[in-house]
């Protein structure tokens, strides 16, 4: 396998198709012949980033790098920043406003679960220009 | 447990996936948010929500959950059952409230994540 690359846009404000992005690079990495657990260790992190991205940024796009070694995520928005990113890292901080909760959300276990599914983590984030998450998974 | 098995404790009605009646499932879930149930992956899984959106099916997706009981009388909309059928994910329904419902299949044996 060479490398392969994939590019997704997120719409802002359509909580409906959010996850759309995370479903079909599930599907692509099941077609490039993954093992069951590394797609879902990428598609679990790279849903609750992309919620992230519908939610509290105004939708951003998403690359895949994808080699027989390692994926690589990088999803990056436009959207407010992250002002303290150790405290946004902590279970059960949340600052997602009622309307997002009711919708399944703010329960504060995104971002730690995208820590704990993947073998790199980095947040690159602005406040006011936007918030780039950066993330790996190595294919074992 | 069968879906067929749950769909009798739960005097539940299957909303989609007729065909998967045998599919088995050894853990359960239940929760709102849909974030915790991301925090633990059990292999072959049974959701049990009160939600009910699309997100709920795209959180069953992306866990490789096979199975999503709506509980509290809650019927989806086309939109989720299209996004089910196309995932080939099973939805039930059930009147039943969520305590009960999860009590129900825990005391058929059904066990969650740490397997207590
Ligand atoms: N892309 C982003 N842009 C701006 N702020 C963000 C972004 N992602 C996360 N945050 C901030 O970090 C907090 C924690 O994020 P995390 O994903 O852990 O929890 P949540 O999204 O609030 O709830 P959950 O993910 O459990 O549904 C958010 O409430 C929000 O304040
Ligand atoms: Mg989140």
Redesign the interface.
């Known amino acids: 396998m060479e490398e392969v690359r994939l590019h997704y846009d997120v719409n802002a404000y359509d909580?409906?198709c959010?996850?759309e992005a995370?479903?079909k690079l599930?599907r692509s990495l099941k077609n490039l012949g993954f093992n069951?657990a590394v797609i879902?260790n990428v598609?679990?992190a790279v849903?609750?980033a992309e919620?992230n991205m519908v939610i509290h940024a105004e939708g951003g796009v998403i690359d895949a790098i994808i080699t027989p070694d390692c994926i690589t995520v990088i999803l990056a928005d436009h959207g407010p920043g992250i002002p303290d990113i150790e405290l946004a890292m902590k279970e059960g901080y949340s600052t997602a406003p009622e309307n997002v909760?009711a919708?399944?959300?703010?329960?504060?276990?995104?971002l730690?679960?995208i820590k704990?599914y993947t073998d790199e983590m980095n947040i690159d984030t602005v406040i006011g220009v936007g918030t780039t998450i950066t993330l790996k998974v190595y294919n074992k | 447990m069968t879906v067929k098995e749950i769909v009798e404790i739960l005097e539940g009605k299957i909303i989609y996936g007729e065909d998967y009646l045998d599919r088995e499932v050894y853990k359960a879930c239940g929760s709102?948010?849909?974030?915790?149930v991301?925090?633990f992956?059990k292999e072959q899984a049974v959701l049990l929500?009160g939600?009910v959106?699309?997100?709920?099916v795209?959180?069953a997706?992306?866990?490789?959950i096979q199975c999503i009981v709506f509980v509290r009388g809650k019927s989806p909309d086309m939109?989720i059952i299209d996004l089910a059928e196309e995932r080939e994910i099973v939805l039930i329904k059930t009147d039943l409230e969520m305590f009960t419902s999860c009590g129900r299949l825990y005391s058929h044996g059904l066990r969650g994540g740490s397997g207590e």
């Open positions: 909580f409906t959010a996850g995370s479903g599930k069951s879902r598609a679990i849903y609750e919620i909760r919708l399944g959300f703010g329960a504060g276990m995104g730690p679960n704990k | 709102d948010m849909m974030s915790d991301l925090a992956v929500t939600l959106n699309p997100q709920v795209r959180t997706e992306m866990m490789d939109g």
